[in-house]
């Protein structure tokens, strides 16, 4: 089993910045991939970015969020960091960190993943 916690949500202003950060325990030298879904309110579970341990490729959707957010991991393959840069109001949503222990086929799709954590709401004020 694994078990994913994030942190970093809040509350910030149009234009500012927010890390958010995954920590995986349990099985965590075994996930190959992690990543980063948000889910707004009425809306479904949104792909924002992923990163493949091996060879450490990165994902991101052609979205609006292209090009402002960042995903990175940390030294030890068990922490995910998502960097969202110049946040605009529709960024408001509950972020969510997943991961997997086996090579899938796709990134995007949330039944990629196999482990999720609680949610961290960022709420991105006009």
């Known amino acids: 089993q694994v078990q994913l916690e994030e942190s970093g949500g809040g509350l910030v202003q149009a234009g500012g910045s927010l890390r958010l950060s995954c920590a995986a325990s349990?099985?965590?030298?075994?996930?190959?991939?992690m990543a980063w879904f948000r889910q707004a309110p009425g809306k479904g579970r949104e792909f924002v970015a992923a990163?493949?341990?091996?060879?450490?490729?990165?994902?991101y959707p052609i979205s609006v969020t292209e090009g402002r957010f960042r995903i990175y991991g940390g030294n030890a393959k068990n922490t995910v960091y998502l960097q969202m840069n110049s946040l605009m109001p529709e960024d408001t949503a509950v972020y969510y960190c997943?991961?997997?222990?086996?090579?899938?086929?796709?990134?995007?799709?949330?039944?990629?993943?196999?482990?999720w954590g609680q949610g961290t709401q960022v709420t991105v004020s006009s």
């Open positions: 997943a991961a997997n222990l086996i090579w899938r086929a796709s990134v995007v799709g949330p039944g990629a993943y196999d482990y």
């Open positions: 349990g099985r965590a030298v075994s996930t190959y991939t």
């Open positions: 990163i493949r341990w091996s060879g450490n490729h990165t994902y």
